[in-house]
């Protein structure tokens, strides 16, 4: 079973970087991506951004792109988002997740982390 770590939510004012990390353990598929989710109080879970098994492929929301930055370690089983210029908008809690590679496809975000709270202050 997988299990995925978060670290590095916390409070932050607006125009201000935070840095979030998770790592994977527990018996990870050989080729996997990994994303970045956040729900905002009384909204619905949404992507943020995802890196391939590799790191060489990063979408992102709109709402974030040229903001964020997700990267990963991939020796290391590890993911961060790098977020800069914070707005009270982000604030949510983040979830990290998990989804296998198999020959051309992913398969659905089968894994997940218990989320870390981001909060903004404006």
């Known amino acids: 079973q997988v299990q995925l770590v978060e670290s590095g939510g916390g409070l932050v004012q607006a125009g201000g970087s935070l840095k979030l990390s998770c790592a994977a353990s527990?018996?990870?598929?050989?080729?996997?991506?990994m994303g970045w989710f956040r729900q905002a109080p009384g909204k619905e879970r949404e992507f943020v951004a995802s890196?391939?098994?590799?790191?060489?492929?990063?979408y992102y929301a709109e709402s974030v792109k040229g903001r964020f930055t997700i990267s990963r370690d991939s020796a290391k089983n590890a993911v961060a988002l790098q977020m800069n210029s914070l707005e009270t908008e982000d604030t949510a809690i983040y979830y990290c997740?998990?989804?296998?590679?198999?020959?051309?496809?992913?398969?659905?975000?089968?894994?997940w982390g218990q989320g870390t709270q981001v909060t903004v202050s404006s």
């Open positions: 527990g018996g990870t598929p050989r080729l996997y991506g």
């Open positions: 997740a998990l989804r296998e590679l198999f020959r051309y496809t992913y398969g659905d975000w089968s894994s």
């Open positions: 890196i391939s098994w590799n790191g060489g492929v990063a």
